[in-house]
């Protein structure tokens, strides 16, 4: 059977897989809420804490669970390494939990040598200013979506199309926040900002699909939504390949969380735009008195 017969006779069915994807994603979330307050884990920049930034070539691979079991705290170690290359430079340990000069004891202990103005930089967040990040970031979202679903609204002037825009990219965002949880992702103001991306991504091939299957005439319902597929496919490989390349020699944190997040953002966004609302475009065409 080939796709045009597939999408024909079963794109009914395949309502149900974006569907159990969300309610799954959903369910992370709300788990995560209710065990931690909050649906996904936050970083530093989100949440406060502090950020130690040691320029250093010696091996670090034991310092988490030696600070860990000093301080009793939770925290993260990651590497520093120079721009477009793998060499080590440092090493950044952050934490929301640990006092100040105890945390820059337990390193030196590690380290063996004394940390100064010259091999080490420090960075403080107030949790309050971190939260203000945070409640600002979904005041940004909230209203990205808002505008959203008006122009969607008055550009299709129906309900039912519309709808499906709206909720493929509400669904976009749910499913990846849900997988950066299950990866034990920590939440940064750079990840929000790729969710904001992610939500123009989406909405582009929506409406390319939307205006295809119901604003030109041409053809059938089925073969217009087809062509739209063909196109929407192109753009967002053409994406996925470029960011899958600068994710792997990006040497940066915060530019690997944004590929990160868009990248998994774009391979769910097919799922949901080619599996949930072009079917529900070629069903609101048939309804509608369209061609098959």
């Known amino acids: 059977m080939d796709l045009r017969g597939f999408y024909t006779e079963h794109y009914k069915k395949l309502f149900i897989i974006p569907i159990i994807l969300v309610i799954l994603a959903l369910g992370v979330l709300v788990m995560n809420y209710v065990q931690t307050g909050d649906i996904i884990d936050k970083d530093v920049s989100l949440k406060g804490g502090i950020t130690v930034t040691v320029y250093s070539t010696e ?7 030696h600070l ?3 301080l009793g705290v939770d925290l993260n170690v990651r590497e520093l390494s120079e721009f477009a290359s793998d060499v080590q430079i440092g090493f950044v340990v952050e934490t929301s939990e640990a006092d100040e000069e105890a945390l820059l004891l337990a390193i ?27 409640q600002q970031m979904l005041v940004a979202i909230g209203l990205a979506f808002l505008f959203m679903a008006i122009v969607v609204l008055i550009t299709f002037r129906s309900f039912i ?11 976009d965002m749910v499913i990846t926040l849900a997988i950066l949880s299950l990866m034990g992702v920590n939440l940064s103001t750079s990840g929000i900002a790729a969710l904001l991306l992610l939500i123009g991504y989406s909405i582009d091939t929506d409406i390319l699909l939307t205006t295809k299957v119901l604003k030109r005439k041409e053809g059938k319902a089925v073969d217009r939504m087809i062509g739209a597929m063909k196109t929407g496919l ?25 590929f990160m997040v868009i990248v998994i953002g774009l391979l769910v966004d097919v799922i949901i735009t080619y599996a949930m609302n072009a079917g529900v475009l070629v069903w609101y065409a048939k309804k509608k008195g369209g061609k098959e």
Do not use: R
Request: no cysteine; aromatic share 14%; net charge negative.
């Open 161 to 171: 199309p519309s709808f499906a825009v709206v909720f493929a990219a509400f669904s």
């Open 234 to 258: 192109t753009m967002t490989g053409t994406t996925l390949a470029a960011l899958s390349v600068a994710f792997l020699v990006a040497t940066s944190l915060v530019l690997k969380q944004m």
């Open 59 to 65: 091996n670090f691979d034991g310092l988490e669970q």
């Open 68 to 70: 860990i079991d000093t």
């Open 108 to 134: 030196e202990d590690y380290i063996g040598f004394e940390l100064n103005s010259d091999n080490y930089s420090l960075e403080i967040v107030g949790s309050a200013l971190g939260e203000s990040f945070y």
